[in-house]
């Protein structure tokens, strides 16, 4: 693989902490995804389940992670099986994981190949009780692909309609949302190539350019990193285009007197990067979008300040969404006389600013969580405040990583730059 794998102290220690929380007589299966097809005989790239990475460390598909404290025979307490390479796959395809490789990678010592999962999981489901299994509970998942997460559900449901079936989500989420040294460290580095694509670009946009050549500029900054690149699909939007949230195409020309939105960002080592930056095309802001800009980077150093632990999520989007108020008040966007006589279900500001403002970053760019819990130290959230403005044709977001610390926060974007007057200098040095 093209990155820097986590060390195998950091998986095991997070099955160590998994196994903790479930009951005596407890099975764990968890799968890899599937490759996805496309057309003809095409497919897409291989994107490991989070959960299962997260346990064994494996970025290989057709592998299953087995975890059974309670196993009498203690070479099952803990196996994982991989697909059997052989010499047509190796032409193919290149080497996959030997069963020595298998155990470096994840600290698990029984290695077994994909074909003896059978036999072995028949033979622990009779001392087994409970079978713990992984489904996507994301609250915002749509789940419209049958994963081999479900199949296997329906396959054990089967087979074996007498044991009781569990989920292992919840356990895993809360334990995700906590991020432990290894991941910051991840997180660091994704953000360090983020870094590096955008000050490339502070030299490259002027007008004329166009939004995919920026898209370009940055792929190319991210993978010689040693990314497999973007974070998520980039967002370059230029001008109106900047006022449709999730802006895709990337195919319009930034003019003179425009702002250029980019909410672009790498991961590293499955771990996910998120930044919004919007500059001025030609280098200058003009006095409104200054105005503009100085309002959206006063909530996001508030916000930055507020999430601290203890502290309930929907109780700071409400804080933050008073403070976003006041500034689009400030902004003459919407008169103060009519804000009071609103109608609060429907606020004056949501023309203006209409998506919510933190959330979990890691293994994936919306990262699980589970919405009971207050934030927490440990956790890495964005603060991302945006004003869009389609009378104006203008549209700004900024967006960083924090981490809440027990005493103060740190804001992982910290050398990014991000003051008006930092993104006018570093232009004009072109
Ligand atoms: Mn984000």
Not at 95 to 103: H, I, N, Y
Not at 345 to 363: A, C, E, N, R
Request: contains cysteine; glycine residues 6%; negative net charge.
């Amino acid at each position: 693989m093209r990155y820097v794998q986590l060390p195998a102290t950091f998986f095991t220690t997070n099955r160590e902490r998994l196994v903790a929380m479930i009951p005596e007589k407890s099975l764990v299966v968890l799968n890899a995804n599937d490759i996805m097809p496309t057309n003809a005989d095409g497919s897409m790239g291989f994107m490991q389940n989070s959960d299962l990475y997260y346990l064994s460390g494996v970025d290989q598909e057709d592998t299953i992670l087995l975890l059974f404290p309670g196993a009498s025979d203690p070479k099952r307490r803990e196996v994982l099986f991989v697909r059997e390479t052989n010499e047509y796959l190796a032409t193919w395809e290149g080497a996959k994981l030997s069963k020595e490789e298998g155990r470096a990678v994840s600290g698990i010592e029984t290695v077994l190949w994909l074909s003896d999962f059978d036999r072995v999981f028949r033979d622990l489901m009779f001392e087994a009780e409970t079978l713990y299994l992984n489904s996507n509970e994301h609250v915002r998942a749509g789940n419209p692909v049958q994963t081999r997460d479900s199949r296997f559900i329906e396959t054990v449901r089967n087979q074996y309609p007498l044991h009781r079936l569990a989920r292992i989500a919840p356990m895993i989420y809360r334990m995700r949302m906590i991020k432990s040294p290894e991941e910051v460290e991840a997180l660091r580095e994704a953000t360090r190539s983020t870094e590096a694509g955008f000050r490339r670009v502070l030299q490259f946009v002027k007008p004329g350019v166009t939004e995919y050549d920026v898209e370009a500029e940055l792929s190319h900054e991210y993978i010689k990193r040693r990314s497999r690149g973007f974070s998520y699909p980039p967002i370059i939007a230029s001008g109106l285009n900047a006022c449709v949230l999730h802006y895709l195409e990337n195919n319009a020309t930034c003019e003179d007197g425009e702002m250029l939105l980019m909410d672009v960002a790498a991961e590293y080592a499955y771990y996910h990067s998120d930044m919004t930056r919007t500059i001025p095309v030609n280098g200058k802001f003009t006095p409104r979008q200054r105005q503009v800009y100085e309002a959206v980077l006063r909530v996001l150093r508030a916000c930055s300040k507020m999430l601290r632990p203890g502290v309930i999520p929907s109780e700071y989007q409400e804080e933050v969404n008073k403070i976003m108020e006041a500034e689009i008040i400030g902004l003459g966007l919407i008169d103060p006389e009519e804000v009071a006589k609103q109608d609060p279900d429907k606020p004056l500001y949501k023309k203006y600013f209409m998506h919510g403002v933190s959330h979990q970053i890691g293994l994936d760019v919306h990262d699980v969580y589970d919405p009971t819990l207050p934030y927490a130290e440990g956790m890495v959230l964005t603060v991302e405040p945006g004003i869009y403005i389609r009378e104006e044709k203008l549209a700004v977001r900024l967006e960083n990583l924090i981490l809440i610390g027990r005493d103060d926060n740190e804001d992982l974007m910290e050398g990014v730059p991000l003051e008006a007057d930092e993104i006018e200098a570093l232009m004009q040095q072109q």
